[in-house]
């Protein structure tokens, strides 16, 4: 890697698109040198629904970005999320030719190509290939297999697809507002490198990315990815729920669940009033801040049951000693961490951004781990150049497969 690079990160969120330029030395510490940030259009629940208006708002995210580093942005690692992501473990197996002395990296990655093959379809895009470990000659638990002897090589990887219709799309409206992509990386995954430690990683954790329209879900066991999943209910829900029971216009209800809300009703002073802007009324009125609450906590208990529906499909529903590990703006909730283990029966953690140095004091929080993430992704998983390694994901046809299992399993 270069002296010095520099690495743009931009999280393309339903309520918000942020961007992130960082500058990276030889050491890979990050440096975060801009900051911008714009109100989302033409996003619902993570994917695009009007080119223009996600262009025209990613744009003014890169701008307000690029103004305050003094850097001109030219591509970016980018987080897709959206309903359309799918997963699945694959084994890709090979068989070694009588005169190889040892594993080789190119024995790898054909394991890992015969693992990719069985899950290309015509609507599909691959977005990550994931190494979960390896078997050789029948003895499971490899983590690196390269020098080892063997004659039959087997690796289980994690395979993350999106929808060939909603990756168009997000590539054409990041195209469109003047960027090319770096790379595209499943949103919970970017979030885990920012807030989950390797110890939760190895025994068994859940990261929940509450964001505005989907929540996603990464499964960790083992030191690598074994589930990743999404569902489409999240804090606009929240903000929908109170807009209905407040009578009170979208933004005004966003304020409200900002400033004043509570994802536990018990906690909330029922004889507290709040002020609020509603339908039909010249004045402000008021409302008890326990119905605030009431509201809050009604639809965050079914975001915490469709996270545990997502651990029982995963068939972690009892293996996840370090429980679940909150990201995403949702998380930023009061009481969100009671809810969850109340719901759960497990440990719940909001996850705090941590990994890189700078302009950080306003974006320490949930709601940028994936913005973050990005950042450290771009930097521990580029080669010694600096460049990004080729992409996994496949887009008009063309394949570019990287070699990731270094990076992941040592």
């Known amino acids: 890697m270069p002296r010095e690079h520099i690495i743009v990160a931009l999280d393309i969120g339903t309520t918000k698109i942020c961007t992130l330029i960082a500058e990276v030395d030889e050491h890979?510490?990050?440096?975060?040198?801009?900051?911008?940030?714009?109100?989302?259009?033409?996003?619902?629940?993570?994917?695009?629904?009007?080119?223009?208006?996600?262009?025209?708002?990613?744009?003014?995210?890169?701008?307000?970005c690029e103004r305050l580093s003094g850097y001109q942005v030219g591509s970016a690692y980018v987080g897709v999320t959206g309903a359309?992501?799918?997963?699945?473990?694959?084994?890709?197996?090979?068989?070694?030719?009588?005169?190889?002395?040892?594993?080789?990296?190119?024995?790898?990655?054909?394991?890992?190509?015969?693992?990719?093959?069985?899950?290309?379809?015509n609507d599909r895009e691959i977005i990550h290939v994931l190494p979960r470990g390896y078997t050789l000659d029948g003895q499971d638990g490899?983590?690196?297999?390269?020098?080892m002897a063997g004659r039959r090589l087997e690796a289980e990887?994690?395979?993350?697809?999106?929808?060939?219709?909603?990756i168009s799309n997000l590539v054409r409206c990041v195209n469109r507002a003047g960027l090319q992509i770096d790379d595209l990386i499943l949103q919970p995954l970017a979030s885990s490198e920012s807030i989950?430690?390797?110890?939760?990683?190895?025994?068994?954790?859940?990261?929940?990315?509450?964001?505005?329209?989907?929540?996603?879900v990464a499964i960790f066991a083992d030191g690598g990815v074994t589930h990743t999943g999404s569902v489409s209910v999240a804090g606009n829900h929240i903000t929908n729920d109170l807009t209905l029971g407040l009578q009170a216009p979208f933004l005004e209800a966003e304020r409200i669940k900002i400033e004043y809300g509570s994802a536990l009703a018990s906690e909330?002073?029922?004889?507290?009033?709040?002020?609020?802007?509603?339908?039909?009324?010249?004045?402000p009125d008021l409302v008890s801040r326990r119905l605030v609450a009431e509201i809050i906590e009604s639809r965050m208990q079914e975001i915490y049951s469709l996270i545990e529906s997502e651990i029982r499909r995963a068939g972690f529903a009892n293996h996840l000693p370090a429980g679940v590990v909150l990201a995403g703006g949702t998380a930023e909730l009061r009481d969100v961490r009671q809810l969850g283990r109340e719901v759960l029966g497990l440990p719940v953690r909001?996850?705090?951004?941590?990994?890189?140095?700078?302009?950080?004091?306003?974006i320490m929080r949930p709601a940028y781990a994936t913005t973050i993430g990005l950042l450290l992704w771009a930097a521990y998983h580029t080669d010694e150049s600096g460049a990004a390694a080729p992409m996994s994901f496949e887009w008009k046809g063309v394949s570019r497969i990287r070699d990731l299992f270094r990076s992941f399993l040592t």
């Open 28 to 64: 890979r510490q990050i440096n975060i040198v801009g900051v911008g940030s714009a109100p989302s259009g033409g996003m619902r629940k993570g994917v695009v629904v009007n080119i223009d208006e996600a262009a025209q708002a990613i744009e003014q995210s890169v701008r307000k």
């Open 84 to 121: 359309h992501i799918d997963s699945m473990n694959r084994r890709g197996v090979v068989a070694m030719s009588p005169n190889a002395q040892e594993i080789t990296e190119g024995d790898v990655e054909r394991a890992m190509e015969a693992a990719r093959v069985q899950a290309i379809t």
């Open 142 to 147: 490899v983590r690196d297999p390269v020098g």
């Open 157 to 166: 990887m994690h395979i993350v697809t999106g929808g060939t219709t909603a």
């Open 196 to 216: 989950l430690s390797s110890a939760e990683k190895e025994i068994g954790v859940a990261l929940a990315d509450v964001g505005g329209g989907t929540t996603d």
């Open 268 to 283: 909330a002073d029922p004889n507290e009033a709040i002020e609020i802007r509603v339908f039909g009324a010249d004045e």
């Open 350 to 362: 909001v996850g705090i951004p941590t990994g890189a140095i700078g302009l950080t004091d306003s």
